[in-house]
């Protein structure tokens, strides 16, 4: 089944969300199992935190500050940051129900987010060997603007990507992101020059997950 219920959690703090992302993930297995059952789709905004994911390496870590919590997480990628003006997308779904490997989800997150931002004129593209939207990929202007870390477990997927929008990019500056000492990390408020409605761009998102995966959505906050 590819029904889909997606969220808008506002603003939540890390912990609370991974809990709530734990609890939906073992409704989706328990429920599929049985032949019926919803997927979840779930946005939300996080206060300051950096998460380093299974394989992370603290090394990446280069200042440690009182503004932002630290947090080890059971995702895949390294060390990323989360905060006030970035969208964090967690989607909670079996791959099955859309017909899709790990591989091709993966693919499948970042055109949602090369769609999204191409709304707004910026030609976002894949960098091999380094899952996540680029801007200006292979050339030495080459930044970052999502960040894509998953967990995958019997086949039902959790945690996801963050859209940079109206981010604060200074607090990039205490770590390496994603382990990365030579690349650099934007916005979409740094490319187009001006501040986004973050309503306008959630609803983008949510359009091209229908799109790109062919999500039917049923709305409940």
């Known amino acids: 089944m590819r029904e889909t219920q997606w969220m808008d959690w506002g603003t939540l703090d890390y912990r609370t969300a991974w ?17 019926a059952g919803r997927n979840y789709l779930l946005l939300v905004e996080h206060p300051h935190v950096y998460t380093l994911g299974r394989r992370g390496n603290e090394a990446n870590i280069v200042h440690r500050t009182e503004q932002a919590e630290f947090i080890r997480v059971d995702r895949g990628g390294d060390i990323t940051y989360h905060g006030p003006g970035q969208i964090v997308v967690y989607p909670v779904i079996r791959l099955e129900s859309f017909g899709l490997g790990i591989r091709e989800y993966v693919h499948g997150l970042e055109e949602v987010v090369i769609s999204t931002i191409g709304t707004y004129g910026i030609n976002g593209k ?25 967990r995958c477990v019997h086949a039902v997927t959790m945690h996801g990507f963050a859209l940079n929008v109206n981010t604060d990019l200074t607090f990039f500056d205490n770590i390496h992101p994603c382990g990365f000492t030579d690349k650099a990390v934007t916005s979409l408020e740094k490319e187009t020059g001006v501040k986004q409605d973050m309503a306008s761009v959630k609803r983008l998102i949510v359009q091209n997950f229908a799109e790109t995966f062919g999500m039917e959505f049923i709305r409940t906050d």
């Open 19 to 35: 809990q709530r992302q734990e609890a939906l993930m073992q409704q989706v297995q328990q429920t599929h199992r049985d032949g």
């Open 126 to 150: 894949r960098v091999p060997k380094a899952i996540g939207v680029w801007i200006d990929a292979g050339t030495p202007a080459e930044r970052k603007i999502c960040a894509i870390g998953v």
